[in-house]
């Protein structure tokens, strides 16, 4: 029997909601036991696409760090989170329409932020973030482009880890190891060989792993991408956008 993924959302009795919907539901919701993890798990899963947006806007790693913290501290005081419908669009469009917005009211009001003042939700990347920036292609040129790469990125970052997790489960974090390149098509036949040889396992063996985990990853990217949106008629149409973000 496959071993419980320790980060799949629950919902119910579980500590989140089932969709990102539903943690910005349970965000919004000061009665809502769960309104705080439920905002920093938003927070620390898309703080940085939303970082990344606000950098090629123009701001400085500082202005940028210090915008997207107040993007989510300032949610809930000044009660955005009200305004997100799951019916009117997909999540990752209702979060860059607001933090656009954000940006917008914060620049109109000419209000400089002091570093620091803000209350943390979750630790943040600080340098970190800025790294990472630094390291974007120079070919994704404009804000809007490079913030969907990032989620593009972000969800099958989570897709991944949730693979990798639930094949540590079960033994077999070694295998993972040596065929997560071959996830994203970077091994041969000669690849799966020396795997095989390493691992002590046939070469049929080794590719039929590697099939069954392209297959399960497959699934779990749907999986991601069915959290982002409110209808599942959807889902398609946003799997497509995922991997033409992530195209050159």
């Known amino acids: 029997m496959p071993a419980e ?59 940028a760090e210090d915008l997207t913290q107040g993007f989510f501290s300032d949610g809930l005081a000044r009660d955005f989170l009200r305004a997100a419908d799951p019916a009117r669009g997909r999540f990752r469009t209702f979060l860059l329409t607001s933090l656009a917005n954000y940006l917008i009211n914060e620049r109109a009001r000419e209000r400089r932020l002091k570093r620091g003042g803000r209350v943390a939700i979750v630790s943040l990347e600080g340098g970190g973030a800025e790294a990472r920036y ?64 390493e691992l002590g396992l046939t070469e049929g063996a080794v590719k039929v792993a590697a099939h069954r985990m392209r297959s399960r990853l497959r699934e779990l990217i749907r999986e991601e991408v069915a959290r982002t949106v409110a209808d599942p008629s959807e889902i398609e149409e946003e799997i497509r956008d995922l991997f033409s973000a992530l195209g050159p």
Request: hydrophobic share 35%.
């Open 5 to 63: 993924e320790p980060d799949r959302p629950r919902s119910h009795s579980g500590r989140f909601h089932s969709t990102l919907w539903g943690n910005v539901v349970a965000a919004r919701d000061p009665a809502d036991p769960h309104a705080g993890a439920a905002l920093a798990e938003l927070c620390r899963t898309y703080w940085y696409p939303l970082y990344a947006f606000a950098r090629r806007k123009g701001c400085t790693p500082e202005q």
């Open 134 to 197: 630094l390291r974007e292609p120079a070919h994704v040129e404009t804000a809007e482009r490079l913030y969907d790469r990032r989620w593009a990125l972000t969800v099958l970052d989570r897709a991944i880890d949730r693979l990798e997790r639930t094949m540590t489960g079960q033994g077999k974090g070694p295998l993972f190891d040596r065929l997560k390149a071959a996830l994203l098509g970077a091994e041969d036949g000669l690849g799966y060989a020396r795997v095989a040889e």
